[in-house]
């Protein structure tokens, strides 16, 4: 599916930079202020704040075949189809 956000930007209220990649979204978990959305191909998008884990540019090439993703106040942890966790934020 499609996402729609809203409220404050630096909480990850705004996901413009983003939305061309939110295509065809599985799941969504949420830190304090940002988000991180796992899409069909198994890939992860994330927005928000860095300081609570909006950005994953540094683990981007490895979050691919993602199966699930758990949030705690200022981080993302991600399991892989293999078993392996990739830790961001």
Do not use: C
């Not at 990850?12 to 304090?32: E, F, M, W």
């Not at 609570?52 to 540094?58: M, N, Q």
């Amino acid at each position: 599916g499609s996402v729609v956000t809203w409220g404050a930007p630096g909480f990850g209220g705004d996901s413009l930079a983003v939305q061309v990649k939110l295509r065809n979204v599985q799941q969504i978990q949420a830190s304090p202020g940002a988000f991180a959305a796992i899409l069909d191909n198994g890939s992860v998008v994330t927005w928000g704040a860095p300081g609570f884990g909006g950005d994953s540019l540094a683990v981007q090439v490895k979050l691919r075949n993602v199966q699930q993703i758990q949030a705690s106040p200022g981080a993302f942890a991600a399991i892989l189809d293999n078993g392996s966790v990739v830790t961001w934020g």
